[in-house]
């Protein structure tokens, strides 16, 4: 006779191991959470990170990556906590070291722990344990400007090209971003794309060293400003004192008007009343609302607007815009934008999209040639963009205006 008791009890536990079966979640793996993690997709990265770490307690690599993971959701006491055990598998991870210099850095936003000295530290240590990553050599640009050491951040701009982390398509860009730019001018940049590239041009190439290029949203610390004056030459309107008072404020409509903004209204009046003498000019990736003020004096020129008085901004200058593509081939912009070392999924997603303005560019000089009767250019840069836009695979919106213009052309002859 069979005994009830065991009977239920080995049911029991057999059915608990087929539910717990069953219910236990599948294994995750490196490379499919690096996928969510590079389309930028940071939350739904960040549990399936943990998960990786709580699977292999001795794997230093899934530690930091998720380390990063959480400095980038702003969670920086975790980040470092992570990154610290990482090194304590492995001491010379430059990795780890390059994300506790960035939590602990102070330039990247107000936190109770940050510290310039914890920064400086493991950014050097970054470099040490591998010389080859460019990933801190890129922090290093910045804290060398900080501390005032023009020779640090030039072999900074060195190493980013040397270690390949600037790719050869986005040194294209930088080029392209100078080369049509008047003599002596002063170039604000917005981002990492388009302050970068053109400073390393400058520097491994020799290329416009005469351009001063200012990012905008660093000229918010009084410390890069005294940088840009003492280094590049860069004229300031205001003085050490001035400089350090300068507050961010709201105006009567409610907007904040930042230190940069500031300045640059400044330069503004400067140049206004012939009191500034440098050219001054926009990279197109500054946000509309940095010159808001004075829109109706920039004059549209391809990879920058330059103030101009107002009877002069109402039209785009075709002669800036040819020049600024003169010598390349669309072939310069289809490569590879980021370097697989890149860790910012923020720059592997946008960084793509600057070949838009190099599109724009050339169906801008293709219209303004077709306007004045120059049909054969016309029709070349009209082949141009269409070839770029073809590689590049820029969407409906740029495909659809190229086919009006080249059905344009063929009704048309010089």
């Known amino acids: 006779m069979i005994n009830l008791r065991l009977?239920?009890?080995?049911?029991?536990?057999?059915?608990?191991?087929?539910?717990?079966g069953c219910s236990k979640q599948p294994s995750a793996n490196l490379d499919e959470v690096m996928t969510l993690y590079r389309a930028n997709k940071i939350e739904q990265a960040l549990p399936l990170f943990e998960q990786l770490v709580a699977q292999d307690r001795d794997n230093p690599e899934d530690r930091v990556w998720l380390a990063e993971t959480y400095r980038r959701l702003g969670k920086k006491e975790e980040a470092i906590k992570m990154a610290r055990q990482a090194l304590a598998l492995e001491p010379c991870n430059s990795f780890a070291h390059t994300v506790i210099a960035e939590a602990a850095n102070p330039v990247m936003g107000m936190w109770t722990q940050a510290n310039s000295d914890t920064t400086w530290f493991h950014i050097m240590k970054a470099v040490t344990c591998d010389s080859t990553d460019g990933n801190p050599w890129l922090l290093i640009w910045g804290e060398a400007i900080h501390r005032g050491d023009p020779a640090l951040m030039r072999k900074a701009?060195?190493?980013?090209?040397?270690?390949?982390?600037?790719?050869?398509?986005?040194?294209?860009?930088?080029?392209?971003?100078l080369q049509g730019l008047p003599e002596n001018a002063i170039l604000i940049t917005n981002g990492d794309m388009d302050t970068y590239p053109p400073c390393a041009v400058q520097e491994v190439d020799g290329f416009r060293r005469d351009v001063a290029i200012v990012n905008c949203g660093t000229l918010n610390e009084d410390w890069y400003a005294r940088?840009?004056?003492?280094?590049?030459?860069?004229?300031?309107?205001?003085?050490?004192?001035?400089?350090?008072?300068?507050k961010a404020f709201k105006d009567q409509q409610g907007n904040v008007v930042t230190p940069s903004d500031q300045i640059f209204r400044k330069w503004v009046e400067q140049k206004a009343r012939g009191a500034f003498n440098r050219p001054l000019a926009v990279a197109v990736t500054v946000n509309e609302n940095y010159f808001a003020d004075c829109k109706d004096n920039m004059q549209f020129s391809g990879a920058f607007l330059q103030w101009h008085d107002a009877t002069i901004a109402s039209t785009p200058d075709t002669?800036?815009?040819?020049?600024?593509?003169?010598?390349?081939?669309?072939?310069?912009?289809?490569?590879?934008?980021?370097?697989?070392?890149?860790?910012?999924?923020?720059?592997?997603?946008?960084?793509?999209?600057?070949?838009?303005?190099?599109?724009?560019?050339?169906?801008?000089?293709?219209?303004?040639?077709?306007?004045?009767?120059?049909?054969?250019?016309?029709?070349?840069?009209?082949?141009?963009?269409?070839?770029?836009?073809?590689?590049?695979?820029?969407?409906?919106?740029?495909?659809?205006?190229?086919?009006?213009l080249q059905k344009r052309l063929t009704k048309t002859t010089d």
Request: net charge negative.
């Open 7 to 20: 009977y239920l009890t080995i049911t029991l536990v057999t059915l608990a191991g087929i539910l717990a």
């Open 157 to 177: 701009l060195r190493r980013l090209v040397e270690t390949g982390f600037l790719t050869n398509t986005a040194l294209a860009y930088g080029r392209w971003m």
């Open 227 to 246: 940088f840009i004056r003492d280094d590049a030459g860069v004229p300031l309107p205001f003085d050490d004192e001035q400089l350090q008072s300068l």
């Open 319 to 404: 002669a800036a815009m040819l020049a600024s593509l003169a010598g390349f081939n669309p072939e310069d912009f289809t490569g590879v934008w980021i370097s697989d070392q890149d860790r910012s999924p923020i720059r592997r997603v946008y960084t793509k999209n600057l070949v838009r303005n190099i599109t724009e560019t050339a169906i801008g000089c293709s219209e303004a040639l077709l306007t004045a009767k120059r049909t054969s250019a016309a029709k070349h840069w009209a082949n141009w963009a269409d070839e770029l836009d073809g590689k590049a695979e820029l969407g409906p919106v740029f495909t659809t205006r190229i086919a009006d």
